[in-house]
């Protein structure tokens, strides 16, 4: 079993910066992948980036390219989620997600199917 944790989330102006940590807990040894996910109301959930924790290497969605990082604490087992220059439209939930099972290798990394891990998320909210 694995445990996904995620904090820091709040409210923050345009323009402004958050950083959400998701703490692994369990089995983390045997995971592939950790990715962020979001949801807003009324909308899907949507992947927004990737580690392959094996390999060291990120991917994003085009829309936080050049905006959002992901530092990794190998020590405290913890992923970040770095976020700057936020906009109105970063408003959502976010969640961490785990593959344990290398089912991403087969798939589009942004399907949250292919994830069996969730954290309970962490609300995010951009005012204009």
Avoid: H
């Avoid at 807990?25 to 924790?53: H, M, T």
């Avoid at 050049?66 to 405290?76: E, L, N, S, V, W």
């Amino acid at each position: 079993q694995v445990q996904l944790t995620e904090s820091g989330g709040g409210s923050v102006q345009a323009g402004g910066s958050l950083r959400l940590s998701c703490a692994v807990s369990g089995y983390s040894d045997d995971l592939y992948f950790l990715a962020w996910f979001r949801q807003s109301p009324g909308k899907e959930r949507e992947g927004v980036a990737l580690i392959n924790v094996r390999a060291d290497l990120m991917d994003y969605i085009d829309s936080v390219k050049g905006r959002f990082t992901m530092p990794r604490d190998i020590a405290k087992n913890t992923l970040y989620l770095q976020m700057s220059s936020l906009k109105p439209e970063d408003t959502a939930m976010y969640y961490c997600a785990a593959d344990s099972q290398g089912r991403v290798f087969n798939a589009r990394w942004t399907d949250g199917n292919k994830y069996d891990y969730w954290g309970q998320g962490t609300q995010v909210n951009v005012s204009s």
